[in-house]
């Protein structure tokens, strides 16, 4: 049995409807387990730093009642075009348990449907080049905030949820402030 969570953080007592703690939790353990030994820590804990953010959108799927697999959007912000709405996608996970079980297409088809829905203009994410284009994420020539640091282009995409728009971006980007750091951006030791 499946099943999808969408929540849109902050996470202040102020929100009608904050996240319970044991489903921040359980997002963590997936980007834990999903990142491996290596990153596993490291992800979960900007994981964490993003759903501490007031325009964080968080989506999950459920499988056997429990989280199986999550994806995080945060605003991407391009200088010269402030008024256009784009989000950065990171991390996405599958706990290993449930990936090859299409965990992680349903994540990546209810959170393109649910961002075309709330007027998206376009996503971006830095990721693996095999897994994004098949929702259609294309290569893009964008500037990521640390352009100087992109080895690997063909890593950097974007997908356009309002026609016209990846075209029109330009200048320099600012994603959001845990997301800052240079390291994020280095795509040197990726194979």
Not at 15 to 22: A, E, H, I, L
Not at 168 to 186: C, E, I, N, R, Y
Request: charged share 20%; with cysteine.
């Amino acid at each position: 049995m499946s099943s999808i969570k969408l929540v849109h953080a902050p996470m202040n007592q102020r929100q009608k409807n904050p996240m319970k703690q044991t489903d921040i939790d359980a997002i963590l353990v997936v980007h834990r387990l999903a990142f491996g030994e290596a990153e596993g820590a490291e992800i979960a804990q900007l994981a964490k730093d993003f759903l501490n953010l007031p325009n964080t959108i968080t989506i999950s799927a459920e499988r056997d009642g429990k989280i199986a697999g999550n994806v995080l959007f945060t605003p991407f912000v391009f200088k010269d075009c402030p008024d256009k709405k784009c989000y950065l996608l990171a991390p996405c996970g599958v706990s290993p348990k449930y990936q090859g079980r299409g965990v992680g297409k349903e994540i990546m088809e209810t959170s393109i449907s649910h961002l075309k829905s709330i007027g998206t203009d376009a996503v971006f994410v830095l990721g693996v080049p095999t897994f994004y284009p098949r929702y259609g994420f294309a290569q893009t020539d964008k500037q990521t905030p640390y352009p100087e640091l992109l080895t690997m282009p063909e890593a950097w995409m974007a997908l356009e949820l309002s026609p016209g728009t990846v075209e029109k971006l330009s200048g320099q980007t600012t994603a959001v402030s845990p997301f800052m750091q240079s390291h994020w951006w280095d795509t040197s030791g990726r194979g």
